[in-house]
């Protein structure tokens, strides 16, 4: 199977950017983050929690292959991203838990992450729900 990060802009996985940098803590609403990626999801509708403030987000899935499929992008978006992020995996949901552990905040990294999996899910959604596998 093709991975689906092949379905996503380059741009979006682009090796130019410097993440060391990135690790400042972000400032402003984050109803509109400052990441430019190149198709922004329509909402971004991440919970905020506190000590440490991190971003949550559950992904629900209707089949194993789609939650399969999203799983392994996530992984490798990660690897190349070089920040991770906690993955808790229940029945069909997908749990995601991100923050910079060496700022305990939201940075950067975390809201690129968090957009990314938006993305991700949605492209998921659409590749295996639109088309005959």
Known sequence: MK???TFI???TL???HDYELNLK?????LENPSIDLPIAPKKFDWTVLENPERLVKSFKFKHSKILKA???EIIDYQEKLGHHAEIK???KIITIETYTHTV???TELDLELAKFADLLYQDV???FLTKRH
């Open 70 to 72: 999203f799983l392994n």
């Open 89 to 91: 995996l229940e029945d």
């Open 104 to 106: 305990e905040e939201i």
């Open 25 to 29: 803590p972000v400032i402003g609403n």
């Open 9 to 11: 802009d380059r741009e």
């Open 125 to 127: 959604q659409y590749y």
């Open 14 to 16: 682009s090796e130019s």
């Open 3 to 5: 991975s689906l990060l």
